[in-house]
């Protein structure tokens, strides 16, 4: 089959780099999350913005609790190493 | 012999892509020490590291999966480099690709892997990367980053290595890992990049954008003379001038020594052939594969 890989190709790379510049834009300033303190306090929960969430799984510094919610591992200053 | 235009620049960069691989190793390793672990980077390179310049895309989406949350960074930050580039990220950009061609380079009989074993890379990303952190959470021992290679030998090892010198309590790491981390490195010595071939899942990602990416392989099939100095250059054994843009591609562009296969893209490719031109094809087209 003949194809004008030009044509055939634009469309799709540059729908994927725009899809991905959307996501990258409602990631960076929109997204955000609600994470608990570390369970001695509980109810200190604040409100985590989506870049600063990838910096604290790089630690391990959140976890998933039973009830689904986003917790915090760590009082104080967070761990230096990833738990893995 | 021609090129293709102003794209074919790209394709001269070859003789200098270990250096390009070491410059951006460099990069990687952070040595302005901005630890930007709120940016997710392009590469495969563990987080761990004690010199990790960013975030690692996979690692951060096995996080985010073990935590039930859509990583729109990571995701987002695939789709624009896969987007772009697809595998070239592999051949240039990576430091456990260039870590594998290095190791490669010792002069020890090296094995062809099945084609199939290109499958595994599919099969980790769904299953250690999305599906076990999000059914069984981080703990699990299958969880993507507690089997790394990568995370082995550029967080674990590091570290180790630095609480030794700090005269601190060592943090070892599992069994497994030291495991899989002699097993790849083993493999490295008798196949071409292993790692990035069977089972990186970065990789995987990549090499489905190989087919739509902005920058592709163009074989000139009619000036094409069925010399297979492509097939040769090829050290996964791939046959660009019959599918140029093959998902275990890693585009270190060795088969553009024939100038008959160039790296072009859709944006400024500077000749670009009308639909109607029978002489121009992009030779991943099944029935090309086929005939």
């Known amino acids: 089959m003949k194809v004008d890989v030009n044509t055939r190709t634009k469309t799709v790379p540059t729908l994927l780099i725009l899809a991905g510049l959307i996501l990258l834009g409602y990631g960076l300033l929109l997204r955000s999350h609600p994470v608990d303190g570390p369970a001695s306090e509980a109810k200190k929960t604040t409100v985590v913005r989506e870049y600063q969430l990838v910096r604290e799984v790089t630690v391990g510094g959140v976890e998933r609790t039973e009830l689904g919610h986003l917790r915090r591992t760590y009082s104080g200053s967070g761990p230096a190493l990833c738990p893995t | ?291």
Request: with cysteine; hydrophobic share 45%; net charge positive.
């Open chain 2, 1 to 291: 012999m021609t090129r293709n235009g102003g794209s074919s620049a790209l394709s001269r960069w070859v003789q200098w892509r270990v250096w390009v691989q070491a410059s951006f190793l460099l990069l990687w390793l952070d040595p302005l020490a901005l630890r930007l672990h709120t940016v997710c980077g392009p590469v495969f390179h563990c987080y761990s590291c004690p010199l990790a310049a960013v975030a690692c895309p996979i690692g951060v989406l096995a996080n985010f999966s073990a935590l039930h949350v859509v990583p729109f960074l990571a995701i987002g930050t695939l789709l624009v480099i896969g987007g772009l580039l697809g595998s070239l990220i592999c051949g240039w950009v990576c430091p456990f690709g260039f870590l594998q061609d290095m190791v490669g380079r010792i002069p020890v009989r090296k094995f062809e892997l099945p084609a199939w074993t290109a499958y595994g890379r599919y099969a980790v990303l769904a299953g250690l990367v999305v599906l076990v952190p999000f059914l069984w959470g981080e703990s699990h021992a299958l969880f993507f980053c507690r089997v790394c290679p990568a995370g082995a030998l550029e967080g674990a090892v590091p570290n180790v290595i630095r609480q030794a010198v700090a005269h601190q309590p060592i943090t070892w790491p599992s069994t497994t890992k030291w495991i899989i981390l002699g097993a790849f490195l083993t493999a490295m010595l008798f196949f071409w990049r292993p790692w990035c071939t069977m089972l990186c899942p970065l990789g995987a990602v990549y090499s489905l954008c190989n087919h739509v990416s902005a920058f592709y392989l163009k074989v000139h099939t009619d000036r094409c003379t069925g010399c297979k100095l492509c097939h040769s250059a090829c050290n996964h054994g791939l046959r660009p001038n019959e599918r140029a843009n093959d998902p275990r591609c890693i585009r270190c562009l060795e088969c553009t020594q024939c100038d008959h296969i160039t790296l072009a893209n859709v944006f400024w490719d500077t000749k670009a052939v009308p639909a109607e031109e029978p002489t121009m094809i992009e030779s991943n087209t099944p029935d090309r594969i086929r005939s």
